[in-house]
């Protein structure tokens, strides 16, 4: 094996040289300040697995190919040394040079450590070192290394077993992200080769059983592959695929990820909507918010609503516009300022006034604006959660000089008739992003549970007028850039739900005594910042439309898609049977209200 | 009855709907040089990669030295010696380093033997490979060839390409080394004259086929013919057909 070896490394000299070159010129680039900051960023997440394919796909893919199209490969097959020999010794030297390439490749993404002003670089580098992120890469694109070497087999030239190779992993990552989108419940992010939106690589690479088990899979494929590649080359050493063979194994790939990837996006029953509305928002309107309550839906924009009748679904009707000019629904954050009870919207948002804009509570009917509650001229870093109605009482949680409270208001007063400091905003550490932002707050029977920066708190409403802090959990964080971005709630059965965000995950709460929620658990989770609950089932926007799923044991079930053939699902709310989805922008700038009935 | 060095059975090899290899059966005795003629395109290069395990037959088998060719591949490359019609060589290295990178597969290699080979052709052993001429390079594939002390030498078309006086040294050193007891050569060639100069055994294959097989004394004693009027003979009149 001794002499191969010598051989394989002198055969794969350039690829080193090359590797050395160029980590060390980006290095000496990146300490002089030629790229800014972002390029290491850009590195991480994009450029780092892509070159480490490029690198694990060139080296192999001339190993066998290139010595069974100059013909050297019958100077060693006539040699007293066995075809596996031959293999594994190529293997052995490509693997050396890989590792030492690889830990190249993942270095420059750890060079310079002064560059954290971006968040996702600044979240990656939190989260896991050169160390973690280099044993939890090495082992993929091993693999990867070891499948071209493979495919280096089965042709006669080199640019042949890349180009397989590469069909392969095109395949495959696009096959990856089908069911990236397709499985979001499952633990497939912990597999995949790149670095993507939610983690699932740092995930891997920051917790040492999963680093640990991904990679021993992946390497064990990797030398299964290789022990493949032996076995093929002894077999017949020169029965290799002609253009044809390489063009049908090529097409064969794709058929057979095609295949899968429709069968996985067919897996879900679909249900249609029982009926859709379609409207044109406000031109000069910022935000469009959608709230229900049985079989009425409103949708409210900045200065104006509509409400709309979904008694007969395959034929809504909208029954009422009310105009509320000078108002502004959304000064931060987003999310729904408003709540849906008796018919009567209640709306938190900012009217414009003079001297200064006020911060108002506006209770809106089909008949129009019947009752505003004024909270005070509007200020800077101030913010405002989703109003909660009960019965008399309006609770809003509300983020103020750094401390979070819940003020309760009396509907027939219109006054504030308590305040309770539920959190005061401490980062966690110096470096944290001051990101203060408003509340979470979900209402389930006589409790409210409030999603704050540094807390999980569950107040009780037994007395209405005087809510009470029951219990509170810290909030454990993912990253510490974490700190302060809003936790959205929901609530299944026993289960209160919590997105956290840098991964995103679903945390989960048992509520058996909803006094004292018990934290039960972390789901993998990606891509839905939106979650909304009946109490039995979750929703979420889920391609183009809305995906039904519930949680059960350890791992959340998809259960149907509620597709609307649409632009997606912007937001969604429940009421009554209904569960409503406000489409993104149509093309022509249009959007739509889907409805769905919920088994 | 001396036993064979080489056994071809059955041997088939069918390339899409050309069969370039057609039942082929023949043996060589031990300690033999055997000639194996064809015309172009008859098939010869395809038998000796077949007997090579470089090719998978479509049928048969073929024994080397008592061991089954396929199975016992590995254990029989150290006792057989092959050098293909146009040699290909690692270029980038050094005569001297494919030399000793050659050897460390063989557990008995004769090192005076390839180095007074090396002389004899007068090969530059710091000359890279990519710098040699054909002929040279064939020059250094036979002696590394001879290295591993064969008991079987198989020789594809070796002097082909090379000029008149190399060609000499060739076969002057495939005679020397059947001087050893119990050596063996195989080669394909089409140069009737210069095997008739060497070889005492023959076999003769046409489209795949054997058309005559034995050694060339008893040849000539039955046909009355010389070598090379038994080939005509042989493979000629398809050609007019």
């Known amino acids: ?599 | 009855m001396t036993p064979h060095a080489l056994s071809v059975e059955a041997l088939s090899k069918r390339f899409g709907h050309r069969l370039a290899v057609d039942n082929l059966t023949f043996h060589v005795p031990a300690g033999s040089v055997c000639a194996f003629l064809g015309r172009n395109g008859s098939g010869k290069s395809t038998t000796l990669r077949m007997i090579m395990n470089l090719l998978d037959p479509s049928a048969g088998a073929v024994t080397l030295l008592g061991l089954d060719s396929r199975r016992d591949h590995t254990a029989l490359m150290s006792r057989i010696g092959y050098v293909s019609e146009s040699p290909v060589l690692y270029d980038w290295m050094k005569v001297r380093q494919l030399v000793r990178f050659t050897a460390q597969f063989y557990p008995h290699w004769n090192q005076p033997r390839v180095d007074e080979l090396l002389d004899r052709f007068a090969v530059d052993r710091e000359q890279k490979i990519r710098h040699l001429s054909r002929g040279t390079q064939a020059q250094v594939a036979l002696a590394l060839a001879l290295g591993g002390d064969p008991e079987l030498l198989i020789l594809d078309e070796p002097a082909t390409g090379l000029d008149v006086l190399v060609r000499r040294d060739f076969l002057q050193t495939i005679i020397q080394l059947i001087q050893q007891e119990g050596r063996t050569v195989l080669f394909s060639s089409h140069l009737l004259h210069e095997v008739e100069r060497v070889a005492d055994h023959v076999v003769i294959i046409d489209r795949g086929r054997l058309v005559q097989a034995g050694s060339i004394e008893e040849l000539k004693r039955h046909s009355g013919l010389s070598l090379e009027e038994s080939f005509v003979e042989a493979v000629g009149p398809k050609e007019r057909q």
């Open chain 1, 1 to 599: 094996m001794r002499p191969l070896l010598w051989k394989e490394l002198h055969d794969l000299r350039p690829w080193l040289l090359a590797g050395v070159v160029v980590t060390v010129s980006l290095e000496l680039l990146l300490a002089t300040r030629v790229f800014n900051p972002s390029f290491v960023s850009t590195w991480m997440e994009a450029l780092m697995p892509f070159v480490a394919a490029i690198v694990s796909i060139g080296l192999a893919g001339g190993q066998i190919a290139r010595e069974r199209h100059t013909r050297t490969l019958d100077f060693l097959l006539v040699r007293p040394v066995s075809a596996p020999v031959i293999v594994w010794s190529k293997f052995a030297a490509g693997s050396f040079v890989l590792t030492l390439l690889m830990a190249g490749v993942v270095a420059l993404g750890f060079a310079v450590p002064e560059f954290t002003s971006d968040i996702g670089l600044r979240f990656i580098r939190e989260q896991v070192g050169f160390r973690q992120l280099f044993a939890v890469m090495l082992p993929r694109f091993w693999f990867l290394y070891g499948l071209t070497l493979f495919c280096s087999v089965l042709v006669d030239r080199s640019v042949k077993a890349a180009a397989l190779a590469a069909v392969v992993v095109c395949t495959t990552a696009i096959l990856a992200i089908a069911f990236y989108d397709l499985a979001p419940f499952s633990g497939f992010v912990y597999w995949l080769l790149f670095i993507d939106g939610s983690g699932g690589l740092i995930e891997a690479a920051k917790s040492p059983w999963l680093s640990a088990i991904t990679g021993l899979v992946f390497s064990l494929a990797a030398l299964s592959v290789t022990a493949a590649s032996a076995a093929l080359l002894k077999r017949s050493p020169e029965r290799y695929l002609g253009n044809l063979g390489l063009a049908l194994s090529a097409v064969a790939v794709i058929g057979v990820a095609y295949a899968s990837g429709y069968a996985a996006a067919h897996r879900l029953p679909v249900l249609a909507p029982a009926g859709s509305f379609t409207f044109h928002p406000q031109p000069d309107s910022n935000y469009v918010g959608i709230l229900a309550e049985r079989n009425l839906a409103v949708i409210f924009e900045d200065q104006s609503l509509r409400f709309l009748d979904f008694t007969q679904p395959s034929r809504p009707a909208q029954v009422a516009a009310v105009n509320l000019p000078l108002w502004t629904s959304s000064w931060d954050w987003g999310g729904p300022k408003a709540a849906l009870q008796d018919g009567a919207v209640l709306l938190a948002g900012h009217r414009k006034h003079l001297p200064v804009d006020e911060v108002e509570l506006a209770i809106v009917t089909p008949a129009g604006l019947i009752d505003e509650i004024p909270l005070g001229p509007v200020r800077p870093n101030v913010y405002l959660s989703t109003p909660i109605s009960a019965g008399p009482f309006v609770y809003l949680g509300v983020t103020s000089d750094r401390v979070c409270s819940l003020l309760t208001y009396d509907r027939a007063s219109k006054r504030q008739v308590a305040s309770l400091e539920l959190d005061r905003v401490r980062p966690p550490s110096s470096g944290a992003n001051a990101v203060v932002a408003p509340l979470r707050i979900l209402r389930r029977g006589a409790y409210l549970y409030v999603a704050s920066p540094s807390y999980l708190t569950a107040v009780d409403l037994a007395e209405p007028s005087r809510p009470a802090i029951a219990s509170q959990l810290p909030a454990p964080l993912n990253s510490v850039l974490a700190y302060g971005i809003p936790r959205q709630l929901s609530w299944q059965d026993n289960r209160l739900f919590e997105i956290r965000l840098f991964p995103e995950t679903l945390a989960s709460y048992n509520l058996r005594d909803p006094a004292r929620p018990l934290a039960s658990g972390d789901f993998i989770y990606h891509r839905a910042m939106t979650i909304n609950g009946t109490g039995r089932l979750l929703y979420r926007p889920w391609r183009s439309g809305v995906l039904e799923f519930r949680a059960q044991d350890d791992g959340l079930e998809a259960l149907h898609y509620l597709r609307a053939d649409d632009a997606g699902a912007s937001a969604l709310v429940l009421g009554g049977e209904f569960v409503y989805a406000l489409s993104a922008p149509h093309r022509d700038q249009s959007r739509s209200v889907h409805a769905f009935r919920v088994r």
